[in-house]
């Protein structure tokens, strides 16, 4: 069974610019979450989707955003690029809808923003 | 808000030693908590998890309790592995997932 997707792997920007990320779930998972890993901090959780809709969102700027489409997939746009956007941006999935239920991650996206 | 502390923030052990991980949480009003490994430049493979109303989870030579009433988890890792130098970060789910900062452990050949 294949597991968590995302892509690219890695991502250049400058500043201003806009980046797209994708995610695709476990097959049978309907909810999809996103998180920031900035170097030499912990992970903070970003956006939270599940059946299409925004169940949660984490303490960051509008110009984080994102979408979940009919097959679960997703994407996590981040708008006018700043240099402290530069993380490591994972993407994981969890067949539960209540609560968080177990995690699945991805491998990230590496986003550097020059 | 929830605040999730895991001591130590790094740990360097000799091959065959067990490993003791602490996480700490500040609201007992949780789903669940979950124990994770992060290899370097890496996602996040999921260890353990336990529901709020257990008590602990082993899975081969892991054990993580659970004291909700207290905020606390303890990970332990028996007979420890070169392979297991990893970073290991708890989680506590309270509609959304907290993560403590991770224990950088280091096992030594």
């Known amino acids: 069974e294949a597991g968590v997707t995302q892509s690219p792997t890695h991502l250049i920007k400058t500043r201003g610019q806009q980046a797209t990320l994708r995610c695709s779930p476990i097959s049978g998972h309907t909810s999809v979450y996103w998180y920031q890993q900035a170097l030499g901090l912990g992970l903070q959780f970003l956006l939270w989707y599940d059946e299409g809709e925004e169940r949660n969102r984490g303490n960051f700027p509008p110009r984080f955003s994102g979408r979940q489409f009919p097959n679960y997939s997703s994407e996590l746009n981040v708008n006018a690029l700043e240099l402290e956007d530069s993380a490591l941006y994972l993407c994981a999935s969890s067949p539960d809808r209540v609560s968080t239920g177990e995690l699945f991650f991805g491998e990230g996206s590496r986003l550097t923003v020059l | 808000k929830q605040e999730v502390t895991q001591i130590p923030a790094a740990l360097s052990v000799p091959e065959g030693e067990n490993l003791v991980l602490n996480c700490s949480f500040t609201?007992?009003?949780?789903?669940?908590l979950q124990w994770f490994r992060q290899d370097p430049g890496k996602g996040l493979t999921s260890l353990l998890l336990i529901q709020s109303s257990q008590r602990e989870q082993t899975s081969g030579r892991l054990n993580a309790s659970l004291d909700k009433s207290s905020g606390r988890s303890t990970l332990y890792i028996a007979a420890s592995q070169p392979g297991d130098s990893a970073t290991y970060l708890c989680?506590?789910?309270?509609?959304?997932?907290?993560f403590g900062a991770g224990t950088t452990v280091t096992v030594r050949a």
């Open positions: 989680a506590v789910d309270d509609y959304k997932l907290s």
């Open positions: 609201d007992s009003a949780i789903y669940n």
